[in-house]
């Protein structure tokens, strides 16, 4: 028997308080324990993708990435466990086969295939055009689409009501642009993107929270200078942070929002007694690209 994992899990996560610093006090999001294979966004992300493959009969889901895409492992991990068949576009080369992220992929089933990175654009533009064909279920780079917002959506609930400050990483832009359409009024939603470069997703969440009277920002002095590669310092921050709450960050989105959040209270940046949410996304399996300790 096929499990739903989406009629047996939760769909509201844990607000687990932190600590009190610099007059504020802190708490987190447990996105991350939503499922053990595919927590996090990219849970929610994948939910209605999956229930619209189902109900339309197909055979299976196809997507796209990097090596070590926590969207890939998580697309993978649910094809899986929903008895669909899984198809992986992959950017790089054959010898990437071995890493642990398309090893986990193959070990739930799914087919790698690889796109030779000067090609990788066009092939991306092709599906967009032609995005169901046959008998496959395209999901685009990171999982993000109209459906992928709809569960984002879902992430704030009535826990998550009385914060004044929301902090989460930024990728595409999908998750805190479905965070933004549920805020509350209050609120002021701060984004965290991963890259230097964040035009297209700046213009992205512009696009699809039109309307909204929700305060967001995007804070460009934090972002690394390369994504994909961990500074020490950055290292140092995540093994405090676990240290100090027994909770590990992956090694780049969530942990780039905490590190922001902490520094602007110290700072001074929000008011005394402010109640302020960092919100973890999951991609704890991003960890495989690296050869440390945490």
Same mark, same amino acid.
């Given at each position: 028997m096929i499990t739903d994992v989406w009629q047996l899990k939760?769909?509201?996560? *844990?607000?687990?308080? %932190?600590? $009190?610093?610099?007059?504020? =006090?802190?708490?987190?999001?447990? *996105?991350?324990?939503?499922?053990?294979?595919?927590g996090g966004n990219k849970w929610r992300k994948l939910k209605y993708n999956v229930l619209d493959a189902k109900s339309k009969s197909f055979t299976g889901i196809e997507t796209v990435g990097g090596a070590f895409s926590n969207h890939i492992a998580a697309t993978a991990a649910a094809c899986f466990k929903? #008895?669909?068949?899984?198809k992986i576009w992959v950017r790089g080369f054959e010898s990437y086969r071995s890493n642990p992220t398309l090893q986990w992929a193959e070990n739930k089933g799914a087919e790698v295939h690889f796109i030779r990175p000067e090609l990788y654009r066009a092939f991306l533009h092709e599906k967009a055009s032609f995005p169901n064909t046959g008998n496959w279920y395209f999901i685009p780079e990171g999982g993000? =689409? *109209?459906?992928? %917002?709809?569960?984002? *959506?879902?992430?704030l609930h009535e826990n998550t009501a009385d914060f004044d400050a !929301?902090?989460? #990483?930024?990728? @595409?832009?999908?998750? !805190?642009?479905?965070?933004?359409?549920?805020?509350? @009024?209050?609120?002021?939603?701060y984004g965290l993107p991963i890259m230097k470069k964040f035009d297209d997703q700046k213009r992205f969440i512009e696009q699809h929270t039109l309307g909204s009277k929700i305060e967001w920002k995007l804070l460009d002095d934090y972002s690394p200078l390369r994504f994909g590669k961990l500074e020490p310092e950055q290292l140092e921050f995540i093994r405090s942070f676990k240290n100090e709450t027994s909770i590990l960050l992956d090694p780049f989105y969530t942990s780039l929002a905490a590190f922001a959040m902490l520094d602007m209270?110290?700072?001074?940046?929000?008011?005394? =007694? $402010? =109640?302020? !949410? %960092?919100?973890? @996304?999951? #991609?704890?399996q991003g960890w495989n690209g690296f050869s440390v300790s945490i």
């Open positions: 939760p769909e509201k996560s *844990e607000v687990v308080p %932190l600590f $009190s610093k610099y007059g504020c =006090n802190f708490s987190i999001l447990r *996105e991350d324990l939503l499922h053990s294979d595919f929903q #008895g669909l068949k899984c993000s =689409n *109209e459906f992928a %917002l709809k569960g984002c *959506e879902e992430i !929301l902090f989460c #990483g930024v990728g @595409t832009g999908t998750t !805190l642009s479905g965070i933004i359409r549920t805020a509350q @009024t209050h609120q002021v939603v209270a110290r700072k001074g940046c929000f008011k005394p =007694n $402010s =109640n302020i !949410l %960092l919100i973890h @996304t999951g #991609g704890l």
